[in-house]
């Protein structure tokens, strides 16, 4: 359904019809832009350019860029040198949401606070284990 909105972009009231959060003329803009960052990364010899290097070369904003990223248009996968930050420390990752140290912490965390939980849970009960099945077919 059509409501009105404001434009993320330049804040002018839009109608919006899909998920889209910029009005039609800065949506075009966008979409200029990606066209931009497109060809330049098709390019063969632009394939391992950093994220400062795309920036430099087509004047779009990093932020877009790592939208696009994280949007699935621009696919890691032809681009080893690009990436988008980790959810947590800003590093560069090129898959999930966190960096490997990131995500480290995470488990330390989780497995402290699993700890401390079985210190201060007064019932006995026995606590179940998962062992990783290494016969698995
Ligand atoms: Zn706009
Ligand atoms: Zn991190």
Same mark, same amino acid.
Not at 17 to 23: G, K, P
């Given at each position: 359904m059509a409501e009105l909105a404001n434009c993320a972009k330049c804040g002018r009231l839009f109608v919006k019809?899909?998920? *889209?959060?910029?009005?039609e003329s800065c949506y075009r803009e966008e979409e200029r832009q990606f066209e931009r960052v497109y060809a330049f990364l098709r390019r063969r010899e632009n394939r391992t350019a950093t994220m400062a290097q795309v920036v430099d070369a087509t004047g779009v904003e990093e932020k877009l860029i790592i939208k696009w990223i994280r949007a699935g248009r621009l696919q890691l996968v032809h681009f080893p040198n690009l990436g988008y930050p980790c959810d947590s420390c800003g590093a560069m990752i090129r898959?999930? *949401?966190?960096c490997a140290k990131c995500l480290g912490q995470l488990q330390a965390d989780l497995r402290r606070a699993e700890e401390e939980k079985e210190r201060g849970a007064s019932s006995p009960r026995q606590t179940t284990y998962y062992t990783q099945d290494k016969t698995k077919r």
């Open positions: 019809h899909s998920i *889209r959060d910029v009005c898959e999930g *949401r966190l």
